[in-house]
């Protein structure tokens, strides 16, 4: 059988390949957009945090689908004139809104690499696998989890969270559940955590199967930290009226605030009811890397998994999310799936099993580990715990510049690196609003919003390596413009802001 290309035979020809015909050429173009991206951290101070994307920059991303090709430098252009100026932001020192690393050159680079070798991390035998085998096993050193122990690289932590409580069904149904569905008895079984956990846990039990009445929202107490008297009793309550708890959900900084539950007393509670303990640690965890504020998380050790993102407190780019599971059999059991074409050998390129395919759902897995070996290889966990210490440091010092302002008022206490308050003001909640979003369109600082007890909050999240006192200050001098300009007022306020710069052509 003869097989056609088009109106002729198949043949090979250069113009055929994705491959450049001028490798000089790329080379070229690629040196300038890594010179650029270089330049873009390094000078990254010197742009708005963050900028509305103007109408006519949101027109050009409907355009058709492309059926002719461009030239790369043109397409790099567009990149740079009309995606780089309108970014979310997190890689600048004043981007407090959200709890999201900044990233850093190193980690840019690895990430690069990793692209160039394009390895699928789903299984064989090949040395980017034993790369995430290696941060696995670091992982797992800094937990203090045994030997047998298992991880695996995801997306993030609502990923991972997601993973875990699918990881504590099988361990409670066994693995006909796979086969079979959660059925009468799964019906039964409940999960528990705090009112101040992440929504991704109530997510997790909908899309295991559960559905979110199957998880228990305990009652905080005045540190925002789960009630464990109350979760006992509603263990007890939930036994007697004939259901089987099942899953505890434990936070180790909690979205709002940061705030770290009572680890130790949570997982002596766990293993006297024999319960699955989870930790979601998404940045949190880390801090076990700065001896400051490991002691806080005492009893994480004996967790049966924990959940974490290396892309916040660790500044690996995004996406590195993680999942660390105390007993590897269980988690295997959870998820691999056997298969012809997933057949493992002794020798070759299907030697090496196990393979991280059966620790997870995914099959086409990238090189995630890559960035995050190189960001602990490079700077080492003494720096990396020292970065985290210091932002929690600079969320003291905007504590204490708040209290010193008689305008405005700390709404929670400052536990890690999160600090939520408001400026006071009749009407505070449109007011405090109206102020974030001021500040955003500004370009000075990018914090965000959060409502504790009915109070709107003005709340910053300190993740960023960069950010300094000089980024606090700025901070606390808008919100005290803008505030004065809308309790004066009681207005919208204009704000001329200057366009981002373009990345240099």
Same mark, same amino acid.
């Given at each position: 059988?003869?097989?056609?290309?088009?109106?002729?035979?198949?043949?090979? #020809?250069?113009?055929?390949?994705?491959?450049?015909?001028?490798?000089?050429?790329?080379?070229?173009?690629?040196?300038?957009?890594?010179?650029?991206?270089?330049?873009?951290?390094?000078?990254?101070?010197?742009?708005?945090?963050?900028?509305?994307?103007?109408?006519?920059?949101?027109? +050009?991303?409907?355009?058709?689908?492309?059926?002719?090709?461009?030239?790369?430098?043109?397409?790099?252009?567009?990149?740079?004139?009309?995606?780089?100026?309108?970014?979310?932001?997190?890689?600048?020192?004043?981007?407090?809104?959200?709890?999201?690393?900044?990233?850093?050159?190193?980690?840019?680079?690895?990430?690069?690499?990793?692209?160039?070798?394009?390895?699928?991390?789903?299984?064989?035998?090949?040395? !980017?696998? #034993?790369? #995430?085998? *290696?941060?696995?096993? =670091?992982?797992?050193?800094?937990?203090?989890? !045994?030997?047998?122990?298992? @991880?695996?690289?995801?997306?993030?932590?609502?990923?991972?969270?997601?993973?875990?409580?699918?990881?504590?069904?099988?361990?409670?149904?066994? *693995?006909?559940?796979?086969?079979?569905?959660? @059925?009468? #008895?799964?019906?039964?079984?409940?999960?528990?955590?705090?009112?101040?956990?992440?929504?991704?846990? %109530?997510?997790?039990?909908?899309?295991?199967?559960? @559905?979110?009445?199957?998880?228990?929202?305990?009652?905080?107490?005045?540190?925002?930290?789960?009630?464990?008297?109350?979760?006992?009793?509603?263990?007890?309550?939930?036994?007697?009226?004939?259901?089987?708890?099942?899953?505890?959900?434990?936070?180790?900084?909690?979205?709002?605030?940061?705030?770290?539950?009572?680890?130790?007393?949570?997982?002596?509670?766990?293993?006297?009811?024999?319960?699955?303990?989870?930790?979601?640690?998404?940045?949190?965890?880390?801090?076990?890397?700065? !001896?400051?504020?490991?002691?806080?998380?005492?009893?994480?050790?004996?967790?049966?998994?924990?959940?974490?993102?290396?892309?916040?407190?660790?500044?690996? !780019?995004?996406?590195?999310?993680?999942?660390?599971? +105390?007993?590897?059999?269980?988690?295997?059991?959870?998820?691999?799936?056997?298969?012809?074409?997933?057949?493992?050998?002794?020798?070759?390129?299907?030697?090496?099993?196990? =393979?991280?395919?059966?620790?997870?759902?995914?099959?086409?897995?990238?090189?995630?580990?890559?960035?995050? =070996?190189?960001?602990?290889?490079?700077?080492?966990?003494?720096?990396?715990?020292?970065?985290?210490?210091? %932002?929690?440091?600079?969320?003291?010092?905007?504590?204490?510049?708040?209290?010193?302002?008689?305008?405005?008022?700390?709404?929670?206490?400052?536990?890690?690196?999160?600090?939520?308050? +408001?400026?006071?003001?009749?009407?505070?909640?449109?007011?405090?609003?109206?102020?974030?979003?001021?500040?955003?369109?500004?370009?000075?600082?990018?914090?965000?919003?959060?409502?504790?007890?009915?109070?709107?909050?003005? +709340?910053?999240?300190?993740?960023?390596?960069?950010?300094?006192?000089?980024?606090?200050?700025?901070?606390?001098?808008?919100?005290?413009?803008?505030?004065?300009?809308?309790?004066?007022?009681?207005?919208?306020?204009?704000?001329?802001?200057?366009?981002?710069?373009?990345?240099?052509?």
């Amino acid at each position: 059988m003869t097989i056609v290309l088009r109106e002729g035979p198949l043949r090979s #020809e250069p113009s055929e390949t994705l491959d450049p015909q001028n490798w000089d050429d790329v080379r070229a173009q690629g040196h300038r957009m890594l010179d650029d991206m270089l330049d873009y951290i390094a000078n990254i101070r010197e742009r708005p945090v963050w900028s509305p994307i103007p109408d006519h920059v949101r027109a +050009r991303f409907r355009a058709e689908l492309p059926r002719q090709s461009s030239d790369l430098g043109e397409v790099y252009r567009e990149f740079a004139d009309h995606v780089v100026p309108y970014a979310t932001g997190n890689v600048h020192p004043g981007f407090m809104g959200w709890v999201h690393g900044g990233g850093t050159a190193v980690g840019m680079l690895a990430e690069m690499m990793a692209a160039g070798l394009n390895a699928n991390l789903g299984g064989r035998d090949h040395m !980017p696998v #034993e790369v #995430e085998r *290696q941060v696995v096993e =670091w992982t797992r050193s800094m937990f203090g989890f !045994p030997d047998e122990a298992s @991880g695996i690289f995801v997306t993030g932590t609502s990923m991972a969270n997601l993973m875990a409580v699918l990881v504590a069904r099988t361990a409670a149904l066994g *693995q006909p559940v796979r086969q079979h569905g959660i @059925g009468n #008895e799964g019906a039964l079984l409940t999960a528990y955590t705090s009112k101040a956990a992440h929504g991704c846990i %109530t997510k997790a039990m909908d899309i295991a199967g559960f @559905g979110s009445n199957a998880l228990r929202s305990i009652a905080v107490d005045q540190f925002h930290r789960i009630d464990v008297a109350a979760l006992r009793a509603q263990i007890s309550a939930d036994r007697e009226a004939g259901l089987k708890p099942f899953l505890v959900v434990a936070s180790a900084g909690t979205v709002d605030i940061g705030a770290i539950d009572d680890l130790a007393a949570l997982s002596a509670l766990c293993r006297e009811q024999k319960l699955w303990f989870h930790v979601d640690g998404a940045y949190g965890a880390l801090g076990i890397l700065a !001896p400051a504020l490991a002691p806080r998380l005492a009893g994480i050790e004996n967790a049966d998994s924990i959940a974490l993102d290396f892309h916040k407190w660790g500044q690996v !780019p995004y996406d590195a999310g993680f999942l660390l599971v +105390r007993d590897g059999r269980q988690h295997r059991d959870a998820f691999s799936a056997p298969a012809a074409y997933l057949r493992r050998e002794t020798r070759g390129l299907a030697a090496g099993s196990q =393979w991280p395919c059966d620790l997870g759902p995914d099959l086409s897995r990238g090189f995630r580990a890559l960035k995050t =070996w190189f960001t602990l290889k490079t700077y080492g966990t003494e720096k990396l715990g020292a970065v985290i210490a210091r %932002t929690c440091a600079l969320a003291g010092y905007l504590e204490a510049r708040i209290l010193a302002e008689p305008q405005l008022e700390l709404l929670a206490p400052v536990q890690l690196n999160i600090v939520c308050f +408001r400026y006071r003001a009749a009407d505070a909640n449109e007011v405090n609003g109206n102020i974030v979003v001021d500040i955003q369109e500004s370009g000075i600082a990018a914090p965000s919003t959060t409502v504790l007890d009915g109070q709107l909050a003005i +709340r910053a999240a300190i993740v960023n390596h960069r950010t300094d006192t000089c980024d606090i200050d700025a901070l606390i001098s808008a919100v005290l413009e803008f505030g004065a300009q809308r309790s004066n007022s009681g207005a919208g306020v204009v704000v001329n802001v200057e366009p981002s710069p373009p990345l240099a052509m």
